[in-house]
């Protein structure tokens, strides 16, 4: 861990102990998470917005959904999508402990499957962390769903250093996808976009119409 990381680590109050229990078996088991750090960051969006309906693309074991669950206003919602019912059966005990499950939704489908029908309009957050080769139809899908300056935040997107290397023809498709996927984002005519080199990359855009 860098000084900089380690020092502003120290200074950060001490997580809940249900999002550090969580986020060590996620590390033991190997399953992909969000930085601690973007962790924080969704905190303080949902805190600083007030945002009460939330949906997240890609559950995992619920560690950034209880991130944000914990910030929720207390007729919050989120719904979260994510087929594999082992891992979010996991992540509803977690949240359960910490006394948001019923707060949460659980759709087990894929998500394609899920968004175009999707009935909940003018959310004021869409949170993207699952199949990296969908990202694109993700982003379609939801940037409609958001309300006018709701926001759209992206995880994964500078994918461990491979999406600023030199194109390889051996790139995975999960790298191609991304890049990709990059460009697309920060064009996008209906958001003010940007990417912001905090844990694996994140993206973060405003929604400018309705």
Known sequence: ???????????????????????????????????????RLLSTLVHCM???RILEIGTAYGYS?????????????????????ERTKLARGFWKRAGKDKAVEVINQPALEV????????????????????????????????????????????W????????????????KAIRAFNRVFLSHPQLDATIIPLGDGTGIGARLDE
């Open 1 to 39: 861990m860098a000084e900089d990381e380690a020092y502003l680590e120290h200074i950060h109050p001490s997580l809940h102990p249900v999002l550090l229990e969580l986020e060590q078996l996620g590390h033991a088991d190997k399953i992909p998470i969000v930085s601690r750090e973007t962790g």
């Open 50 to 52: 007030q945002a009460s």
């Open 65 to 85: 959904t209880l991130w944000m669950a914990l910030a929720l206003p207390p007729t919050g919602h989120i719904w979260t999508i994510d087929p594999d019912r």
């Open 115 to 158: 968004l175009p029908t999707f009935p909940q309009r003018h959310l004021d957050i869409v949170f993207i962390d699952a199949v990296k080769t969908e990202y694109e139809e993700y982003l379609a899908a939801s940037v409609p769903l958001l309300k006018r300056s709701g926001l759209v935040i992206v995880d994964n997107l500078l």
């Open 160 to 175: 461990s250093g491979r999406a600023a290397a030199e194109p390889k023809p051996d790139d995975s498709a999960d790298t």
